[in-house]
C-alpha cells in the first residue's frame, strides 16, 4: 500500500465513525448577536439548552474572541446552571464598554462540568456591544 493511501485510510475511518456517531452537545442561541446600548453597559439574554439524557450541569465561561482567554468585565447569571434532559433556560450575559473604543465583542462557552469522554464539548457565540450615539 503507498504512503498517501496509508494515511488516508485512518482518516477516512475517524470521519466515517464521526458522521455515524451522535453529536450530541449543549445549545447556546443565539450564536451571535449584536447590539446598541445608551450606556457604557450591554446586556444580551441567550438560551442554554441540554440535549443529553441525563442532567446536565453547565459552566458559563465569558471568553474574548480567541475563545482562550477569559474575558474581565462580564457577568454572565447564572454562571453555572443544571438542566434537565431537553431543558432550555434563560441567561443574561452584561459587559462593560470602554468608552474610548465605544465597541466590545467577547465570547461567551458553555462547557459540561463533567462528562464521560475524552473530549470535552464546548459550544460558544460571539457578542457584540456598541455605544449609541457615540459614531457608531
Known amino acids: 500500500m503507498s504512503p498517501l493511501k496509508a494515511g488516508i485510510a485512518p482518516l477516512l475511518l475517524?470521519?466515517?465513525?464521526?458522521?455515524?456517531?451522535?453529536?450530541?452537545?449543549?445549545?447556546?442561541s443565539p450564536l451571535e448577536k449584536?447590539?446598541?446600548?445608551?450606556?457604557?453597559?450591554?446586556a444580551f439574554r441567550l438560551q442554554v439548552g441540554n440535549p443529553y439524557e441525563r442532567r446536565m450541569t453547565f459552566a458559563l465561561l465569558p471568553m474574548l474572541p480567541d475563545y482562550a482567554t477569559s474575558a474581565k468585565g462580564v457577568v454572565v447569571k447564572p454562571a453555572e446552571l443544571t438542566l434537565g434532559p431537553g431543558i432550555t433556560r434563560n441567561i443574561i450575559v452584561t459587559f462593560d464598554i470602554d468608552p474610548a473604543k465605544k465597541e466590545r465583542t467577547i465570547a461567551l462557552c458553555v462547557m459540561p462540568k463533567?462528562?464521560?469522554?475524552?473530549?470535552?464539548?464546548?459550544?460558544?457565540?460571539?457578542y457584540t456591544g456598541r455605544m449609541a450615539g457615540r459614531g457608531s
Open 114 to 126: 463533567a462528562i464521560d469522554s475524552p473530549i470535552l464539548p464546548r459550544v460558544c457565540g460571539l
Open 34 to 42: 449584536s447590539g446598541l446600548t445608551p450606556s457604557d453597559r450591554k
Open 14 to 28: 475517524t470521519l466515517g465513525l464521526a458522521i455515524t456517531a451522535p453529536a450530541l452537545a449543549q445549545s447556546l
